[in-house]
């Protein structure tokens, strides 16, 4: 009886043992392998592996994936002309030399963070201090970029870490220059659209004296025309009255004395006072006298 159990402890701790040495490592991670304290072999292909028990040998993971570093809260910087913005950034990194990282960090993911952090900002101080605002939002913003990318890479090497990208998230005045760029632009809005307004109703009087100007040519065209019409109406008409009286003047005197008796007596309450034999009256006193 005390032989099995000797035997079944002797397993045991044989099997204990055994696990031990034996470990996986999975392909998202790095494996560092340290054999009393001093790190012996960075193991990156996954599968399985082997090693001595501790203490002799230990193991400790790294992430191998892309991660992101992304601040919380925008950072302030100062531009040439002195003026306060807000730029929030962001970067893909990953680990490149695990074993460069752990000396630097320790493993410890956070401390990595922090540092990039620092290093990331230091950058984006360095060049937007040499740039206006205009050409951080927008002038030169891809040279920016690159010259911050290029920085962080250098130093972010130094330190066992591959920089995948950087990028500007945002760019914003802080919050008292905002108010006052606001105002600006609602200034320069309101000055354009009055400016329009005046240039419109320049425009709107402008066409409305062509209008009336137009107007006045065409009437005084019509009129005339008209008159010109009318002219040569009454010059065909005193044609025809001409040589129609040329042929019968006693006709022509009756007709000429009832163009009188018309307009002596137009209306019913004209009063005429005159001989009744004098000549006037000629032809309402003798009408067979037209026939003659």
């Known amino acids: 009886m005390n032989r099995l159990v000797t035997l079944f402890v002797a397993g045991f701790i044989a099997l204990m043992l055994l696990s031990s040495t034996i470990f996986v490592v999975d392909q998202r991670r790095f494996a560092i392998v340290f054999a009393l304290g ?52 962001f970067m893909k990194w990953r680990i490149e030399d695990p074993r460069l990282y752990y000396v630097s960090f320790g493993g410890d993911e956070s401390r990595a963070r922090d540092r990039m952090s620092q290093i990331i900002k230091a950058a984006l101080n360095d060049e937007i201090t040499k740039r ?40 914003d005045y802080i919050e008292q220059i905002n108010n006052s760029v606001y105002e600006r632009m609602r200034a320069e809005r309101v000055r354009v659209a009055n400016e329009l307004r005046s240039t419109g109703a320049a425009e709107s009087e402008q066409i409305r004296a062509d209008a009336d100007r137009q107007r006045t040519v065409i009437i005084a065209e019509a009129f005339r025309d008209a008159e010109k019409v009318k002219g040569d109406g009454d010059a065909k008409a005193s044609a025809i009255y001409a040589e129609a009286f040329g042929k019968n003047p006693e006709f022509a005197r009756y007709y ?17 006072v005159v001989d009744p034999s004098s000549e006037f009256f000629k032809y309402m006193k003798q009408p067979a006298a037209s026939g003659r």
């Open 38 to 89: 001093q790190v012996k072999e960075v193991i990156s292909q996954p599968g399985l592996h082997f090693k001595l028990p501790p203490p002799f040998q230990n193991v400790i993971y790294l992430d191998k994936r892309i991660l992101t570093l992304d601040t919380p809260d925008a950072d302030r910087f100062i531009t040439a002309e002195k003026k306060n913005i807000l730029v929030d950034a």
């Open 256 to 272: 000429r004395s009832l163009e009188a008796y018309r307009a002596s007596f137009k209306d019913r309450s004209d009063v005429l």
């Open 132 to 171: 206006t605002v205009r050409e951080v939002i927008s002038g030169e913003r891809a040279a920016v970029m690159a010259a911050v990318q290029a920085k962080v890479v250098a130093e972010a090497k130094e330190i066992g870490v591959g920089i995948v990208d950087v990028r500007l998230k945002r760019v």
